[in-house]
């Protein structure tokens, strides 16, 4: 009995050991793969740092491509697009007018009534629509045909306090957020599409003949009396408040920037002179480009992966519509090679643009113990279940990363319009107030992303500078910019004062 004791005891011994070299085993293959996930996103933090030296540099090489871009047309990646608004609204207008504003997944249609001086905007009333996703990459017809027919709907609903004096055509500024080679105060042709939009036929085209040929086909009787950027109704929509706002930027899906140029700083302007000696121009930063950003394979593979390959570089590292993008795809090599979510890659990762901003934003915002809401969104979106942790603490830091590379680049690209208008530093004493206008839902929702924007942008000017520079969140300026232009450059402006 001894020796089977013996031999039972040493077999099961044995077999313990087996067992317990198995899970040792299985230990530290998990723990090479976790020390491998965490090899990649120190990997990618380090490729996205931006310390303060390399953002200056980002900044000077933004006011180079300005001047290249006010030089000569073609002259830079920037378009620098004269936006034929060379005098802002001043308060003293009266009357009602409407705007359309299209700059992404959705359009706005606005209503506004203006009391003139000190009354300003009297009421504002908007509705917001969907654009169906197979209309961004159909026909021009056919987005602009269902465009004019919402806003018939709309003007159909009106009470008979908004009905105009009879021979009087509504007159509405329309905000078209794409690049546009603008012609007049109310005509452009379209230079390309951004954003997710493709429709070929559209481009070299006048958007507002479009929109114009569409109204009419609705047999709505409006006259579109502005075209604008929304980032130039933005600054026209921050001034009308504040005259010391000098320029606009737009954080949302996309990105862009505006702002108050000398007219004699414009060499490539050759028009009617500027009666007040200012033009505001459309910069379309989303195109800028640079050797001092700090692009990763992921950028560059996602770039060449989209509908514009090589364009809007800028856009896709600092705005709403690629930064969940960006993160996917990260999550999807650490899934891929360090098995991150187990032995396969959940199907709803490898799906492009399947994790978006919002949910970027709310999983870095989640301040429970337990990361629940990080949780919850992994489940819900990606259908991934299960998840440590420490797992969970990987996902925020990588929002982190992403949301804090893009909200120092554009506080550099403010730095960079500040520089190309002087105002970046204190002359003298001088303690001259510069206000930019900032709007975009990235900008309005996502509060870590605008907190390092405003520390950014202080540590890049210095305290004393900074002091002379305010930040203003101008809600829904694009909208109500495009209105208060219909109205400064209203038809019938030059017969209501005679």
């Known amino acids: 009995m001894g020796k089977v004791t013996v031999v039972v005891v040493c077999v099961a011994a044995a077999a313990a050991g087996v067992a317990a070299a198995v899970v040792v085993r299985r230990r530290m293959k998990r723990e090479g793969k976790w020390a491998k996930a965490v090899g990649i996103v120190k990997e990618f933090e380090e490729k996205c740092g931006t310390p303060a030296a390399k953002l200056k540099q980002v900044a000077d090489a933004m006011t180079v491509e300005m001047h290249a871009g006010l030089a000569s047309e073609g002259g830079s990646k920037l378009k620098m697009i004269i936006s034929y608004v060379d005098s802002l609204p001043t308060g003293d207008e009266t009357g009602i007018f409407y705007a359309l504003d299209l700059g992404g997944t959705n359009f706005r249609v606005l209503r506004v009534q203006l009391g003139g001086k000190d009354a300003g905007i009297v009421n504002q009333e908007f509705e917001e629509v969907s654009i169906p996703s197979h209309l961004m990459t159909g ?37 078209f957020s794409f690049p546009v080679m603008q012609t007049s105060i109310n005509s452009g042709t379209l230079v390309r599409w951004t954003k997710g939009f493709n429709i070929d036929d559209t481009v070299g085209r006048d958007v507002v003949a479009e929109l114009t040929k569409a109204m009419r086909r609705q047999a709505l009787e409006m006259n579109v009396s502005a075209l604008v950027n929304d980032t130039v109704g933005t600054l026209a929509g921050g001034r009308y408040t504040n005259k010391d ?69 800028f856009e896709k590292m600092i705005s709403g519509m690629y930064l969940g993008e960006i993160i996917r795809r990260i999550l999807c090599r650490m899934a891929e090679e360090a098995a991150f979510f187990g032995d396969t890659v959940p199907p709803k990762l490898k799906v492009p643009f399947a994790l978006r901003t919002p949910e970027i934003s709310a999983m870095h915002h ?39 590379r893009g909200a120092r680049l554009a506080a550099a690209g403010i730095l960079g319009i500040l520089k190309k208008m002087g105002r970046d530093v204190v002359r003298d004493g001088e303690r001259q107030k510069a206000v930019i206008a900032l709007d975009g839902g990235l900008y309005e ?40 232009l219909a109205a400064s450059h209203s038809h019938y402006v030059s017969a209501d004062s005679s």
């Open 139 to 175: 026909t021009t017809d056919g987005l602009f045909d269902y465009i004019a027919a919402e806003l018939a709907k709309y003007v159909l609903q009106e009470g008979q306090e908004f009905q105009l004096p009879p021979g009087r055509q509504r007159e509405l500024g329309f905000t």
């Open 445 to 484: 929702h996502y509060n870590e992303y605008r907190k390092c924007l405003v520390n950014t942008l202080e540590e890049l000017l210095g305290e004393e500078v900074y002091k002379t520079i305010d930040i203003e969140h101008a809600k829904d300026g694009s909208g109500i910019g495009a209105a208060l």
């Open 366 to 404: 989640d301040q429970s113990s337990d990361l629940k809401v990080v949780e919850t969104k992994l489940k819900d979106i990606l259908e991934i279940c299960n998840t440590s942790l420490r797992m969970r603490k990987t996902i925020v830091e990588l929002c982190n990363i992403v949301a804090t």
């Open 245 to 313: 706002v000098v320029a606009s930027v737009i954080l949302g899906t996309g990105t862009n920037a505006a702002y108050v140029e000398r007219a004699q700083a414009i060499p490539k302007w050759h028009g009617v002179p500027s009666k007040s000696g200012e033009m505001v121009v459309n910069m379309e930063w989303g195109n800028f480009r640079s050797s001092h950003l700090p692009l990763t394979e992921y950028d560059l593979a996602m770039d060449t992966d989209s509908l514009n390959p090589g364009e809007q570089i």
